[in-house]
């Protein structure tokens, strides 16, 4: 007797069918699984064995055969475990085989029988639902994360007993719930804005970063503020909208490390890897293929502190994401594309020590050269925002706190991204921030005036700036206008654009706007 059950595989973020086709027959006890599984799938036979043999239902005189159809695509994990169960369990008789029809099964079982949850079904409903598939039976820890599907009818179990129960329509299985969304209190806990003292520029710099979603570096001695001004980043960044929280949560459940019993996540991801971190870990890798902490931050921030200790390579790694938004990872069998649309901030020291151009300093020339040598220009080109932070004078320590929450300049970030949203909803733009503007959105979206145009060709040839610099300032400039409310771009938002990227600017010489700024 045969029976069919469907499930869905994993490769990267992407899920595909999988059909689940069981062959049964007397004979001396045999389990064949064909269909290019891994290891971690062919163990499910020891699973699923134990699982049945609670059960009442005993494999020792049967010849099975199970196919993971399509047979040239490989199958990783453990999320085919119900799929199979129940496939075998309809071969045998046990369950109606018609039953299994038109549903997507997804689990993997403890030899006790239990179900348990696994990785990535938040993809693998989407998918579903895109294929014509309206119902899933999900582990019961999975359930609020497939809820978040509409249009599918979505089934929680707890255990093998309970879908067979369902089969046979005796108890049917409950649908999942969608979680509850946290009390507001819990909603916001970023460290707040107004706990830096000081570093006014910086402090700017970070509400544009924010505002146009544009990269950022920071370079200063130890204790000028640079991790203090990152960690509250998230504190001024505008709420996640709903299809923004769909992207985020299958990310962080493609990675199994989506906390259990969560459906949407509702804050933007803060990812800070230690300088040890590989290339690996950054851009994403391994088997099966899971997304590193440039795709784990997408519409979020990664802060990268003491960025020039990082490997070289793992920086280099970076430089594709930076460009493109989407980071490729390519193995001889597989190949995954995860977004990558983060703000990154990137914390560095002066020079070794932290001290350069003051007296404590002991860093020779060579030596300063080299540590910031790391640093390719390639990757310095795709950092919109450069900026140098001063020592931190002991009277802003000691004076009493007036700085600006992060309540305050969250509103003036929320209302320059509505601005952005306008053109995107009047179809100027494609692009959901300034950042990611194309040159040919650039051109609509960040018009300048002769006066203008003139200020920007004066300040590209005598900083030496390449092509994509020069469109990096264009969409600052977009960006510090619309914090201005200004429709159009003024001389004054372009000057304090160029003043953003102080590590394009030789030693020694003056930007052209600095004189000039309005």
């Known amino acids: 007797m045969q029976a069919t059950a469907l499930t869905l595989g994993l490769s990267g973020l992407d899920a595909h069918l999988v059909h689940v086709e069981v062959d049964s027959g007397r004979g001396p006890s045999a389990f064949h699984l064909v269909g290019l599984a891994e290891a971690s799938v062919r163990e499910a036979r020891v699973r699923i064995r134990a699982a ?40 045998l008789g046990r369950v109606p085989a018609e039953a299994l029809a038109g549903t997507v099964w997804i689990g993997e079982l403890a030899l006790s029988g239990a179900i348990r949850p696994v990785r990535g ?30 249009g599918v009818e979505v089934l929680v179990a707890a255990s093998l007993e309970q879908v067979f129960e369902h089969l046979r329509g005796r108890a049917p299985l409950a649908p999942a719930a969608p979680a509850e969304p946290p009390p507001a209190r819990t909603l916001w806990h970023a460290p707040d804005l107004c706990d830096v003292r000081g570093q006014p520029a910086a402090r700017r710099a970070l509400e544009i970063a924010a505002a146009g979603g544009h990269n950022l570096l920071m370079m200063g001695p130890p204790g000028a503020g640079k991790t203090m001004l990152a960690r509250r980043l998230p504190g001024i960044l505008p709420p ?96 995954a594309v995860f977004p990558a649309r983060a703000l990154v901030v990137a914390a560095v020291n002066p020079c070794p020590c932290g001290y350069a151009g003051t007296r404590r300093c002991v860093c020779s020339a060579d030596r300063v050269g080299a540590y910031r040598g790391r640093l390719s220009g390639p990757l310095l080109d795709r950092i919109d925002i450069q900026i140098v932070l001063p020592p931190l004078p002991v009277a802003d320590l000691a004076r009493p706190a007036t700085e600006e929450a992060s309540a305050i300049v969250r509103a003036r970030v929320i209302a320059a991204r509505a601005a952005q949203t306008a053109r995107r909803d009047a179809r100027e733009v494609g692009a959901r921030t300034n950042a990611e503007l ?8 960040a018009a300048l005036d002769p006066r203008s145009r003139a200020l920007l060709s004066a300040a590209a040839e005598q900083l030496g700036l390449s092509a994509r610099a020069h469109d990096k300032l264009l969409r600052l400039a977009r960006t510090i206008a619309d914090l201005d409310g200004a429709a159009a771009i003024a001389a004054g938002h372009l000057a304090e654009a160029v003043e953003l990227r102080l590590l394009d600017h030789a030693p020694g010489v003056q930007p052209p706007c600095a004189a000039r700024r309005a």
């Open 52 to 91: 049945l043999r609670d059960l009442g239902v005993d494999l020792d005189e049967h010849v099975l055969t199970v196919s993971l159809s399509p047979a040239d695509v490989r199958k990783i994990g453990s999320s085919f475990d119900l799929a199979m169960a129940v496939a075998i369990a309809a071969a």
């Open 121 to 150: 079904v938040l993809a693998s409903i989407v998918e579903a639902k895109r294929l014509g598939y309206r119902r899933a039976i999900v582990p019961h820890g999975n359930g609020a994360e497939a809820a978040v599907v509409p």
């Open 240 to 335: 996640l909208l709903p299809d923004e929280a769909v992207e985020i949560t299958a990310l962080h459940s493609v990675a199994g490390i989506l906390p259990p019993g969560v459906g949407l996540l509702r804050d933007r991801p803060f990812r800070a890897p230690h300088h040890t971190a590989s290339a690996v870990a950054l851009a994403g890798g391994g088997a099966p293929i899971r997304p590193g902490e440039i795709a784990l931050a997408h519409l979020g921030c990664l802060f990268l502190d003491e960025l020039l200790e990082f490997g070289r390579s793992a920086l280099e790694a970076l430089r594709q994401p930076l460009e493109d938004g989407i980071v490729t990872v390519c193995r001889a069998r597989e190949r």
């Open 438 to 445: 194309s040159p040919r959105e650039l051109a609509r979206a």
